[in-house]
């Protein structure tokens, strides 16, 4: 997850002491969740998505099978639902239950690794975001417009990968590259350095 090109970098790599705690930290929780959510996939289809030049729209779509995937290995693992059909349902499951919805598996996701409140990531709007490309093929929306609902996905997954991994430092936002962020620690700025 650092720089690669067009890459915008996550951990902030001109001070090395920054990379080597986001190893240390990070790596024992991605060695044990690597394989039951795709983590090696989930991160090399993240890299691939930023570098490519494709058209926005594809990136979006690209990003949202991200998000599809970060669901589905996040609910397929969770002992509380059943999966019937290509679906999930609360266990146990009755013969009147509605299946749950992408944002309610999202908000479930959010909430098992405690991703920080003060993010405020409108899981709504990435919902719609995501069921427009999805169901429609197209936004329909200005290329600012696009771009936006794009780094606020890719934002969104940043920060619960970093809270999956349970990460407590600083970091770079995907939405706003210049502005350090802190997770779980003091906030930390760059000309005091």
């Keep these: 997850m650092m720089s690669h090109g067009g890459w915008r970098e996550i951990v902030i790599s001109r001070f090395g002491e920054n990379i080597r705690h986001f190893i240390e930290s990070c790596w024992e ?3 044990q969740e690597k394989d039951r959510r795709r983590l090696f996939e989930t991160i090399r289809l993240l890299i691939q998505i930023n570098e490519t030049k494709d058209f926005i729209e594809q990136k979006i779509a690209l990003t949202s099978v991200l998000l599809e995937n970060l669901k589905h290995t996040y609910a397929s693992q969770n002992k509380n639902y059943k999966r019937e059909k290509h679906k999930f349902y609360c266990k146990p499951k009755t ?3 509605n299946p749950l919805s992408f944002k309610e598996l999202l908000t479930d ?3 098992e690794v405690n991703m920080p409140d003060d993010f405020n990531f409108n899981l709504s709007k990435i919902t719609r975001d995501r069921n427009n490309i ?3 093929g197209l936004l329909g929306s200005s290329y600012d417009d696009m771009r936006k609902q794009y780094e606020d996905m890719v934002s969104f997954i940043r920060v619960y990968l970093l809270s999956l991994f349970n990460f407590k430092g600083h970091y770079y936002s995907f939405d706003e590259p210049n502005i350090v962020k802190s997770m779980g620690v003091e906030p930390f700025y ?3 350095r």
């Design 95 to 97: 013969k009147d239950d």
């Design 29 to 31: 929780l991605y060695r």
């Design 109 to 111: 996701m959010v909430n």
């Design 190 to 192: 760059l000309k005091d």
């Design 134 to 136: 999805i169901h429609q």
